[in-house]
C-alpha cells in the first residue's frame, strides 16, 4: 500500500543522509530531501 | 512438598488501612490475611502462605527501588517457591506494585510468580511479556475466580510444570510461540478453517493478526511557509548515555528531549539506541535521522516558519503499538496548543 505522506529516505541505517558523500553535499542532500518529505504535508491524505 | 508461598497485598487490602495510609513502608506478617485467607483455601495443603508483605500503594511508586529491595528481601528470608500478588483489578498504582515485584522476583531471585489484573491495567501493557498475569474483572467482585485461578497457575509455576495455552490455563497471552503437536495437519486444521469461516461457523486462528485501527489523516498543512512543525524519530535517537533509559528494542517510553536553540544535532551529544539497524552512522552526524540541520536552513530561507523545541524520540522495532498510542495522546493535545501544524517522523 503506498500513503501519499511517506517519504523514502535514502537508506535505514542513514536516512537522511549519504555518508558517501562530502559533508557539504550531504548537507545539501538531507536539504532537499527534508524539504521534499516536508512539501508533502501540503496535500491531502490519498491511498492507493 | 509443601509449597511456601509469598502474598503481596497493599495497605487496603492487608487491612491496614485506605487512602490516609498509602505511605505505610514494607512490612510482613507470617500469616495470611485478607484475601490470603480465601487464597489459602485453594492452595490447599500443596502450598501455605508463610508470609504475607505489604506495602503502601504511594510508598511503592514513590520510593520504588527501596520498597522493592525491602520486599524482596522480605521473600528472601522465608525461602519461598512461590510469589502471588494481589489482584490489584483495575487499581493503578497497585497494579504497578504487583507486576514489578513479580517481575522483580522472577528475575532476580528466580522465583515463580502471578499476579491478578483487570486486562485494561496500565500494568498490563508494560508487564504482560514478562510477567503472568491472571485476567480479572475491575473491582474486588471477581475476587474469588481470580485468586483460584492465581493459586492453580501459581502452583504449576512453583511445580516447574508447563503451562497450556492461556485461553485454556486462564491467563493473558505473553507473546510467545511454543511448539506442540497438533492431531491434525497444517493444511487439515486451516481447511477445516476456511470451511468454519466461509459457512459462517465460529472459529478460532491459530496466529491472531494484531489490531491496529485505523486513524483518520489530518488535514494538510495549507501553507508550509506559515507552519511549525514538530520532529519526532523512532530511530532511538538520544542524548548521549541515554539518560532516559529508553530500551532499544520493544521500547516501553518514549523521551523529550530539548532542540531549542540548537543549530544542528551534534555528534557526542545525542546518540542511538536502537538494536534493529547499525547505529554508526547516525553516531557519526545525528542529523542523519533527526533533520535539524536542513530544519533550520529551511527556516531560514523562509520556506518554514519555525521548529517545535522539543524532540520526541522512541524505538520503533517490536514496539506495542499501545506505546505509540499513547505517545500520541499525550504529546498530541501538546502540540495543538503549541500552535504546531505539522509532524516529520523519521523512521528506521
Do not use: W
Not at chain 1, 541505517?13 to 508533502?40: C, D, F, I, M, W
Not at chain 2, 527501588?65 to 487499581?91: D, H, K, Q, T, Y
Not at chain 2, 501459581?154 to 510444570?161: F, I, N, V, Y
Request: aromatic fraction near 6%; hydrophobic fraction near 40%; include cysteine.
Amino acid at each position: 500500500m503506498y500513503v501519499n505522506r511517506i517519504f523514502p529516505g535514502v537508506a535505514i541505517p542513514h536516512l537522511l543522509g549519504n555518508p558517501k558523500l562530502p559533508r557539504s553535499e550531504e548537507k545539501v542532500l538531507r536539504q532537499e530531501l527534508t524539504e521534499r518529505a516536508l512539501r508533502l504535508l501540503e496535500q491531502a491524505v490519498a491511498q492507493a | 512438598m509443601e509449597l511456601r508461598v509469598v502474598h503481596y497485598l497493599n495497605q487496603f487490602f492487608a487491612g491496614l488501612g485506605g487512602e490516609a495510609e498509602a505511605d505505610l513502608e514494607p512490612r510482613a506478617v507470617d500469616k495470611a490475611l485478607g484475601p490470603g485467607e480465601t487464597l489459602q483455601g485453594y492452595l490447599g495443603t500443596a502450598g501455605k502462605i508463610v508470609r504475607t508483605i505489604i506495602c503502601g500503594d504511594n510508598c511503592f511508586s514513590d520510593r520504588q527501588e527501596e520498597s522493592l529491595a525491602a520486599l524482596l528481601g522480605m521473600v528472601r528470608e522465608v525461602e519461598a517457591n512461590l510469589l502471588i500478588a494481589g489482584p490489584a483489578f483495575a487499581a493503578g498504582r497497585y497494579g504497578l506494585a504487583c507486576a514489578h515485584l513479580c517481575d522483580a522476583a522472577k528475575r532476580e531471585l528466580g522465583l515463580a510468580s502471578v499476579t491478578g489484573l483487570a486486562p485494561d491495567n496500565p500494568a498490563v501493557a508494560t508487564y504482560k511479556r514478562e510477567v503472568l498475569i491472571v485476567p480479572t474483572g475491575a473491582s474486588a467482585v471477581s475476587m474469588k475466580q481470580a485468586l483460584a485461578r492465581m493459586a492453580a497457575i501459581g502452583m504449576k509455576l512453583a511445580r516447574g510444570e508447563s503451562l497450556g495455552p492461556p485461553g485454556v490455563e486462564g491467563y493473558l497471552p505473553q507473546g510467545f510461540r511454543r511448539n506442540a503437536l497438533a492431531e491434525e495437519s497444517g493444511a487439515k486444521r486451516a481447511l477445516a478453517m476456511l470451511r468454519a469461516k466461509l459457512s459462517g461457523e465460529p472459529f478460532v486462528t491459530e496466529i491472531p493478526l494484531p489490531e491496529f485501527g485505523r486513524v483518520p489523516p489530518a488535514p494538510p498543512v495549507s501553507d508550509l511557509s506559515r507552519a511549525v512543525i514538530a520532529l519526532f524519530t523512532t530511530g532511538g535517537l538520544v542524548p548521549k548515555g541515554n539518560p532516559d533509559r529508553l530500551r532499544s528494542h520493544a521500547a516501553t517510553s518514549y523521551g523529550r528531549y530539548s532542540i531549542e536553540g540548537l543549530q544542528e544535532l551534534k555528534a557526542g551529544e545525542f546518540e542511538a539506541f536502537h538494536s534493529g539497524y547499525y547505529t554508526a552512522y547516525v553516531n557519526e552526524d545525528p542529523n542523519r535521522i533527526v533533520p535539524l540541520d536542513a530544519i533550520r536552513s529551511l527556516i531560514r530561507a523562509g520556506n518554514l516558519a519555525g521548529v517545535h523545541p522539543t524532540l520526541y524520540a522512541t524505538t520503533g522495532n517490536g514496539t506495542d503499538p499501545r506505546l505509540l498510542e499513547r505517545m500520541a495522546e499525550e504529546v498530541g493535545p501538546e502540540l495543538k496548543r503549541a500552535g504546531v501544524g505539522g509532524a516529520l517522523i523519521t523512521s528506521t
